[in-house]
C-alpha cells in the first residue's frame, strides 16, 4: 500500500471556486478543535480518494470533504472552524 | 470567479528533456499574480476528464500565459501535455487560482525563495513579474535540482539583467565538476548562508515535492524565521502538479 499524497490547501482554489465567488484559500481560520490559526491554503489535503479530503495541520481534524458526483458538488463543511474571508482588498 | 476557457498552444520550449514550457494562448485572460496557478483539464473522446493543477510560469499579461511541465511517468495528463500536445491544439484551463502564495510586486521586504525541483516554476513567475514591473525587493533564490541537465531556465532565472535576484544552485545528484558543494541535500546551513537572516523578517516562499517543502519550511523555523512569514505549495510526491 502507498502512502496517500499529502498536499496542501492551494489545490482546493479551483474546485471551490465552483462553489465559491471569493478565493477561499486565502481566509484565515481559527480551528475550532485545537485553536490553530492559519489560511486555508495550509491546510493539508488528501487527493487519492474520489475527491479532496482537507485536514487542520495543527491537529488533523477533518476539516472539508469536496467530491464531485454526475450530479453536483458534494461538499462537507463540517470541521471548518472559523473562517475570516478578505474582501476587496489583496492579502 | 476563474471559469473554464480554451487555451490553444501557440508555442513551446525544452527546458530539459522531460520539462517543457507551453506557451498559451487564452482569449480574454486577464492576467495574474505570481505565484498563482491553474486547472488544466483534458478530456476524453468518451467524455472522461482528468484535471491537474500547473503553476504559471511566466509575468502576467493579456492574452497568454506560460506553464512548464515535468513529466510524470504514469501520469494522466502530464504525458500529454510534455509529449503529444501539439501548437494550435487545445486545452480547458481554468484561473488564475490562489490567493495566498503569491506575492505582491508593491511590498518591498526582502524574499526568499525555495524550490524544489519543477516547485520553482511560481517563483520565475515573480521574478519576471519583478522584472516586467521594475521591482526592487531583493531576491534570494535556493533552487534545489538533481543536476545541471534538470536545470529549468538557464540563462534566465539569475541573469545580470535582474539585479537584486541570487540564485543559489543546490544540486543534490551530481554537481558540475569543480563544484565545491559537491552534491547533497538542501540543508539548513545552505538556507542560513544563502537566504536572508530572520532579522531581515523576510518573506519566505517554498515551493516542491511535499517532504521537500516540509523539510524546508522546519529548517526556516528553527533558523528563527517567523512560520506567519513563511508561503508554502506542495506538489505531491511526484515531480510536477
Redesign the interface.
Known amino acids: 500500500m502507498t502512502r496517500p499524497t499529502r498536499l496542501d490547501g492551494n489545490v482546493l482554489a479551483g474546485p471551490l471556486s465552483e462553489v465559491f465567488s471569493v478565493d477561499l484559500t486565502a481566509a484565515a481560520r481559527l480551528c475550532s478543535v485545537c485553536g490553530d490559526e492559519g489560511v486555508c491554503a495550509q491546510l493539508l489535503v488528501y487527493a487519492d480518494g474520489p475527491g479532496l479530503v482537507a485536514r487542520c495541520p495543527g491537529c488533523a481534524v477533518l476539516v472539508l470533504r469536496l467530491v464531485r458526483t454526475p450530479h453536483g458538488v458534494v461538499l462537507d463543511l463540517g470541521g471548518t472552524g472559523c473562517v475570516t474571508i478578505p474582501l476587496g482588498e489583496e492579502p | ?2 471559469s473554464w476557457t480554451t487555451a490553444t498552444l501557440e508555442a513551446d520550449r525544452w527546458e530539459t528533456p522531460t520539462a517543457r514550457t507551453l506557451v498559451l494562448s487564452v482569449p480574454g485572460w486577464a492576467g495574474h ?1 505570481p505565484g498563482q ?3 488544466v483539464q483534458l478530456r476524453a473522446e468518451d467524455g472522461y476528464t482528468a ?1 491537474r ?1 500547473y503553476s504559471i510560469a511566466s509575468a502576467s499579461g493579456p492574452d497568454r500565459l506560460e506553464l512548464t511541465v515535468q513529466l510524470a511517468p504514469g501520469g494522466e495528463v502530464s504525458p500529454y501535455l510534455v509529449q503529444e500536445f501539439r501548437p494550435g491544439d487545445r486545452v480547458r484551463v ?2 488564475p ?6 506575492w ?1 510586486t508593491a511590498d518591498p521586504d526582502p524574499v526568499v525563495l525555495v524550490g524544489g525541483g519543477s516547485g520553482v516554476v511560481p517563483l520565475a513567475s515573480m521574478v519576471r513579474e519583478r522584472r516586467r514591473t521594475g521591482g526592487r525587493a531583493l531576491f534570494r533564490i535556493l533552487y534545489s535540482l538533481r543536476s545541471p541537465d534538470d536545470r529549468y531556465y538557464a540563462g534566465d532565472l539569475g541573469a545580470a539583467s535582474d539585479p537584486g535576484v541570487d540564485v543559489f544552485l543546490a544540486y543534490t545528484r551530481s554537481a558540475p565538476p569543480g563544484s565545491v558543494r559537491g552534491a547533497k541535500r538542501l540543508s539548513v546551513a545552505d538556507l542560513n548562508t544563502h537566504g536572508f537572516p530572520a532579522e531581515f523578517t523576510p518573506l519566505c516562499y517554498v515551493c516542491g515535492p ?1 517532504g521537500f517543502v516540509e523539510t524546508v519550511a522546519d529548517g526556516l523555523i528553527a533558523l528563527g524565521h517567523d512560520p506567519r512569514r513563511i ?8 515531480g510536477g502538479r
Open positions: 470567479m476563474p499574480r496557478h491553474v486547472d484535471e493543477s481554468r484561473g487560482l490562489g490567493g495566498w502564495f503569491v505582491r511535499t508561503r508554502t505549495e506542495r506538489y505531491g510526491s511526484g
